[in-house]
């Protein structure tokens, strides 16, 4: 896991999450896409593109140009980019991606890891993108009891 040297106002994303929870709510309450081929909200998230995409596809911004969120996703040029939640007690199966991908923790627990190639890592909720090589085996947990841990993930070019 490598920390990225810049800065998001999480305050700030986190009014933009919320405004786009109330507008189009969350997709089978696990994610919402920030990005897709078609500006469609919901277009792209889980596993399943549709049969004419492929995650290189998913680069128009469905958020507004003055986001914060937009500013994220623009300055790492990151496409696919989702709002992904994990509830407590939950986990992700353990997998491969087909690119490198880059966190914003918007709201974690010290109890919420990414298990990467076997390592154990925390993503903190510190303004600060984490790149991740994804392309190996991995999974995400939140063994926290109470809290939902929320992360903004890309994947990079």
């Not at 933009?16 to 969350?26: A, Q, R, T, V």
């Not at 897709?36 to 277009?43: A, C, L, N, R």
């Not at 986001?67 to 491969?96: A, D, V």
Request: with cysteine; aromatic share 10%.
């Amino acid at each position: 896991m490598q920390k990225i040297n810049k800065t998001y106002d999480l305050n700030r994303i986190q009014m933009d999450i919320d405004f786009i929870i109330k507008k189009h709510g969350w997709w089978n309450d696990t994610q919402i896409s920030l990005q897709s081929p078609t500006g469609e909200w919901h277009d792209g998230v889980g596993s399943t593109y549709g049969e004419n995409f492929t995650e290189a596809d998913f680069t128009k911004l469905n958020t507004e140009p003055h986001w914060e969120i937009s500013r994220f996703i623009t300055e790492n040029n990151l496409y696919r980019t989702r709002i992904l939640k994990i509830k407590p007690g939950q986990c992700y199966s353990y997998h491969k991606d087909f690119s490198r991908r880059i966190h914003l923790a918007i709201t974690t627990h010290p109890h919420c890891f990414l298990a990467v190639d076997k390592q154990l890592y925390h993503v903190p909720a510190d303004t600060h993108p984490y790149l991740l090589d994804t392309t190996l085996p991995h999974t995400a947990m939140n063994c926290s009891l109470t809290h939902e841990r929320i992360h903004i993930v890309g994947c990079i070019k």
